[in-house]
């Protein structure tokens, strides 16, 4: 039998939390015969709560869950990681402006940033989920200089499910027969979902729907479903979140089938006409640990549009947290 990996989670006792551990545990994330140790992390007001999940995952008696480290100091729950997600974050109070909302994430990314550099795996793979992921993402990895920025990821996935998803719908198609859809840029309202090389049962998607509902009705739906589950639920989304976050991870590590692709959250490194350093969505084959941006599809005028927004308010966010110190 396999050695346990070690699998950190921050904001272990949130809403998402309560979905992601318990799959993580049952096998979802690294394969049903892989076992893991569980190095939770928490804000100490919040650590009886997370007791209390760590009861619960106990409760479930996992063959594949090894052990449970809670704390609330990142050096412990980092300890010799193979993986981190991390999920817990500020959220946006009313009032807030973007750059109080960057420079509040920025206490919580940056020393754990300087944690992982310290005490993780040196391998360990790195994707972040509290938002905003992208520039998070960015303020974790430079401030992990002695680790490869490959290692750091941020969470696109969501957006790309809810893309098939909604695909899926308009064509009443199985979700299985849809392949190749992108999300390029940022995990917001800039997001630019792309259908132009996604293909419904092999054929087209832009040959199966009608160009006005793709431009003017389907991004903004997949860009703003997150608001429209507020709206429904009365909370964020949170188990589908948690469900991405799993696909993420399992993609990263174990491998895409074949001829196909997924869209991750990755530092740039200058494709497609990205600027380098930002933490963007690209399309991404992954392989033996390893991911790989797709290269060579061709990019219209209308892409090309999407996908310069979206940059460009990535780089405005780095322009900010630059401002504050927390990047280079
Ligand atoms: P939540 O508020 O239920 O849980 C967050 C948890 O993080 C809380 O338990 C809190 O105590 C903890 N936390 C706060 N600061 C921390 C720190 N410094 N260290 C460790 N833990 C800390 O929120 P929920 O619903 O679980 O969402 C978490 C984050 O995920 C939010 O930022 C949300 O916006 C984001 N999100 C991202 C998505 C994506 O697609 N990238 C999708 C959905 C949510």
């Given at each position: 039998t396999k050695q346990p990996v070690r699998v950190a989670v921050t904001g272990a006792a949130g809403q998402i939390g309560y979905s992601l551990l318990f799959r993580i545990a049952s096998g979802d994330m690294l394969g049903k015969d892989q076992p893991v140790i569980l190095q939770l992390l928490e804000i100490t007001p919040a650590l009886k709560a997370l007791n209390g999940v760590v009861m619960e995952l106990r409760d479930?008696?996992?063959?594949?869950?090894?052990d449970i480290v809670t704390s609330d100091d990142p050096m412990v729950a980092f300890k010799d990681v193979d993986y981190a997600l991390l999920v817990g974050a500020m959220p946006r109070k009313a009032g807030m402006e973007r750059g109080d909302l960057l420079g509040a994430n920025g206490g919580i990314f940056k020393p754990q940033g300087e944690a992982l550099n310290a005490v993780a795996s040196r391998d360990v793979k790195v994707l972040v989920v509290g938002n905003p992921a992208n520039t998070n993402a960015l303020i974790a990895q430079q401030n992990a200089?002695?680790?490869?920025?490959?290692q750091f990821t941020a969470m696109v996935r969501l957006d790309h499910n809810r893309a098939i998803s909604q695909l899926a719908e308009k064509t009443g198609k199985p979700v299985s027969s849809i392949k190749n859809l992108t999300i390029w840029g940022n995990h917001s309202s800039t997001q630019y979902p792309d259908l132009s090389q996604a293909t419904v049962d092999g054929q087209p998607a832009l040959d199966q729907v009608d160009r006005d509902w793709y431009e003017n009705s389907y991004i903004s739906t997949v860009a703003k479903r997150g608001a429209a589950i507020i709206e429904a639920r009365g909370l964020s989304s949170a188990a589908s979140a948690a469900s991405a976050a799993i696909d993420h991870m399992r993609d990263w590590a174990l491998g895409t089938p074949e001829g196909e692709w997924v869209s991750m959250g990755i530092p740039s490194?200058?494709?497609?006409?990205?600027?380098?350093g930002l933490i963007y969505g690209f399309p991404v084959t992954c392989k033996n640990g390893q991911y790989e941006i797709v290269q060579g599809l061709p990019v219209s005028d209308f892409s090309r549009g999407k996908m310069d927004a979206t940059a460009q308010e990535l780089t405005e966010e780095r322009d900010e947290v630059r401002k504050l110190g927390l990047v280079k």
């Open positions: 479930c008696a996992f063959p594949l869950l090894a200089p002695d680790l490869d920025a490959k490194d200058g494709s497609y006409g990205i600027p380098e």
